[in-house]
């Protein structure tokens, strides 16, 4: 698979995988929430030239400053530049590594046409920060320009959480004979998984032979196992599925967070505890953190709440919608909070449409106990003929 398709394989699990902002190392959890709020109101002043202000990010020296400025007139550094700050991106879940690839792609941007790789990473950056209609505006320029198998595929990602299902089927259809046939396998079966056909995409997807695969698409394969079989109500074989995927891709920051969902679940807070130790600096693993300790009754339950609660206070004052998700979540999981989850499903919901986010509507209208608050979501799992056995335990007569 080339560098430039193995990134867009790797998109797939970007999606969902992000990094909070870390303004206040050194202080304990129930004190920074309060910091991060203040620190909005007035600028902070070094008291000297010496002092650390932020440590620059594990990687940040692979791309040095002359290699930076090399990129701004040579396209063939520019693009693995980005890639490689879209891929660090992934790994950590700091967004910032998107700022930088953002970076050094803008001179191409400026220019007319527009190269079509930059293009298809410009809408991949896009994508992970849910900025889901200018990405396929993108994407659309680059596809027009050339039939490119890396932009069908960002392309049928986009579309796939957007809930676009139909759209995204044809654009996995433009990989057929331009990609490897276990891509276009992975990404035709895995929208038929989301619309009426999930346990014949299961096995068809289990059945593709995953030694042939390279590792993105391996740990891709896996994913989208552990997805279908929570799905189906089986977490035993999720639970395999997520574990043999990490042994793949021990970064993949989806899959590891999906894993903790299937635990919690279980009741097995220890052991989320264990898996995602050390990744506090992660709103979505903070937030799995959280509800582990609140499972266990923890004494570090109230101070992990109070740091997720000003992480989503920060986000909110910034008009940040990338969360709210796991905004709900919280709302629902750690600091019950009825209406207020029902408002940030809400929100979710006007981003983006994937099971996660129908789950979390439903559960958020059941507690708010306005069951026609998630009438939208139950029209789209009728609409789409989406099976979810998760959801059955909210589904109540839509409007």
């Not at 992975?186 to 068809?204: E, F, T």
């Not at 552990?226 to 993949?252: H, K, Q, T």
């Not at 920051?253 to 009741?267: I, N, P, T």
């Not at 989503?312 to 969360?323: C, K, P, S």
Request: charged share 20%; aromatic share 6%; with cysteine.
């Amino acid at each position: 698979m080339s560098p430039a398709l193995n990134a867009s394989v790797a998109a797939h699990r970007l999606r969902r995988s992000r990094r909070r902002w870390a303004l206040a190392l050194g202080l304990t959890l129930a004190a920074t929430g309060a910091l991060l709020r203040s620190a909005l109101a007035a600028p902070y002043i070094p008291h000297s030239d010496s002092e650390i202000l932020a440590e620059v990010p594990a990687g940040a020296r692979h791309t040095n400053a002359a290699t930076r400025a090399l990129s701004q007139s040579r396209l063939e550094i520019a693009l693995p530049v980005a890639q490689f700050d879209i891929a660090r991106a992934r790994a950590t879940g700091d967004l910032r590594y998107l700022g930088y690839a953002q970076a050094a792609l803008a001179p191409w941007l400026r220019r007319t046409p527009v190269p079509t790789p930059v293009l298809i990473l410009d809408a991949t950056i896009l994508q992970s920060r849910h900025a889901f209609g200018p990405a396929l505006a993108e994407l659309d320029r680059a596809l027009a320009q050339r039939d490119d198998p890396q932009g069908w595929l960002t392309r049928a990602t986009v579309l796939r959480v957007l809930g676009r299902y139909a759209e995204a089927q044809s654009a996995c259809g433009h990989l057929a004979g331009v990609a490897d046939p276990s891509i276009s396998a992975l990404c035709v079966q895995s929208l038929r998984g989301l619309n009426g056909h999930l346990r014949d995409a299961y096995a068809a997807i289990a059945a593709l032979p995953q030694q042939s695969l390279p590792p993105e698409a391996r740990a891709w394969r896996y994913s989208e196992l552990g997805e279908m079989a929570e799905r189906l109500g089986d977490d035993a074989a999720a639970e395999r599925y997520f574990r043999e995927g990490l042994a793949v891709a021990a970064d993949d920051l989806y899959m590891r967070s999906a894993l903790a969902d299937v635990l919690l679940r279980h009741g097995r807070a220890a052991e989320t505890l264990q898996l995602l130790k050390g990744m506090d600096s992660m709103e979505p693993m903070l937030l799995r953190l959280a509800i582990a300790h609140r499972q266990l009754h923890d004494p570090l339950a109230a101070s992990s709440a109070t740091l997720l609660g000003g992480e989503f206070d920060l986000e909110q004052q910034r008009g940040d919608a990338v969360h709210r998700r796991e905004q709900a979540r919280y709302f629902l999981d750690v600091d019950p909070q009825p209406a207020a989850a029902l408002a940030a499903a809400q929100a979710n919901w006007q981003v983006q449409r994937e099971p996660d986010d129908i789950l979390v509507l439903l559960r958020a209208a059941q507690a708010a106990h306005q069951p026609d608050a998630a009438a939208p979501a139950r029209q789209f799992l009728q609409q789409q003929q989406l099976q979810d056995v998760r959801v059955s335990a909210y589904q109540g007569p839509a409007s």
